[in-house]
């Protein structure tokens, strides 16, 4: 028995029953053990899953051409600050810098590149990655760590970061037309199983669902949300002053979340590739992800004084900075693949979401 579903069972074993929130929390992030904290080679061919990065370094360019134009819109010789949350094993991070530096010199030069990582194992993996860059890169554990600076344009980035913040999962009771917690319990053979937990949900947590939508809403039907989500994209708006907050990841708007065809929720998990059933097998072991909630967190951003300066699937957002480059650069035929694979509908293009709020600061 591994020691995270050791630590899962002495948990429930006190409580009863606990949030399926607390369960995917500590399967993906228990210090030392959690799925992201055991092995950095997670990512790509040997890994669970493929991201934008694992197909090459064109994504990570691509970006940096995104960041360079947002940059030279500010007065010249402004102090620039890149701030990556969820930075992996950091070769995104490798991708962008070595593009900025080979490419804009003179930003790069007046640029400091922040990391937030609360992991100090993956911190360790990160800084062998960006040894070449450690005159440019620093650390902070938490957005709160991130000092303010009003005279510095600074742009907050994620990449499949908040797919991965743990979620509460509701089933909808036809009969009492009220949703209900789902939390995790031990089987009492082995294992784990899904539980109600011993109270109604919280309407505060719930997204605004017309009435007459509730009323045909099929028993059993289920809605995972990541309250956690939309809370660190607010907190990042605040702490964003001048410049852009900017994500991309598997999401949907709300009125994509409430449809037949999400009966069984958005949640899944991943092994060697292969999408797996059971969410509650092998904590530890398998990925855990859910849909973000777009429209909640544009109204994150929009509360907090952000302006949306797009929102859209990946293939529009990438399409268009490789269209707005100057001069257009000249792709290799290995390039012109992994474009390809970045923003055709059938691999990552629709797949993925961007969203992109811009913040004026204070004068």
């Known amino acids: 028995m591994r020691e995270v579903d050791r630590k899962i069972r002495a948990v429930i074993a006190d409580r009863g029953v606990i949030p399926f929130s607390e369960f995917m929390a500590l399967a993906l992030y228990c210090p030392n053990y959690g799925y992201y904290e055991v092995e950095k080679d997670r990512i790509g061919r040997q890994g669970d899953f493929y991201t934008s990065v694992s197909v090459g370094p064109l994504f990570g360019e691509l970006l940096a051409r995104q960041f360079a134009d947002w940059a030279a819109e500010q007065k010249s010789g402004t102090r620039f600050r890149l701030v990556e949350a969820g930075a992996h094993d950091g070769q995104l991070a490798s991708d962008i810098l070595s593009w900025l530096q080979r490419s804009e010199s003179d930003l790069f030069t007046r640029m400091t590149y922040i990391v937030v990582e609360p992991s100090v194992r993956r911190q360790s993996w990160q800084c062998e990655k960006l040894a070449a860059f450690k005159s440019t890169v620093t650390w902070v554990s938490s957005l709160q760590e991130l000092e303010p600076d009003a005279s510095a344009t ?210």
């Open 154 to 363: 600074t742009i907050i980035f994620s990449n499949e970061l908040l797919d991965a913040f743990p979620v509460r999962r509701f089933g909808w009771d036809a009969t009492k037309q009220q949703w209900i917690e789902k939390g995790v319990a031990l089987n009492t053979g082995s294992g784990f199983m899904w539980r109600d937990l011993p109270r109604a949900a919280a309407t505060s947590a719930l997204p605004s669902i017309p009435h007459e939508v509730m009323r045909v809403l099929p028993d059993g039907f289920l809605l995972d949300l990541c309250p956690a989500a939309t809370k660190w994209w607010r907190e990042a708006a605040e702490k964003l002053g001048h410049g852009w907050l900017l994500t991309l990841d598997y999401g949907l708007g709300e009125d994509e979340i409430i449809r037949p065809e999400r009966a069984k929720g958005t949640l899944r998990a991943y092994h060697h590739h292969h999408r797996t059933t059971d969410l509650l097998a092998y904590p530890g072991e398998q990925d855990l992800t859910a849909h973000v909630d777009f429209d909640a967190l544009k109204r994150a951003g929009e509360s907090a004084g952000l302006a949306t300066d797009f929102f859209g699937n990946q293939s529009s957002f990438l399409t268009r900075i490789l269209s707005k480059s100057s001069p257009q650069p000249n792709l290799t035929p290995a390039e012109i693949r992994q474009f390809k694979t970045l923003t055709h509908p059938e691999h990552l293009g629709r797949a993925f979401r961007v969203l992109a709020q811009r913040g004026a600061g204070k004068d």
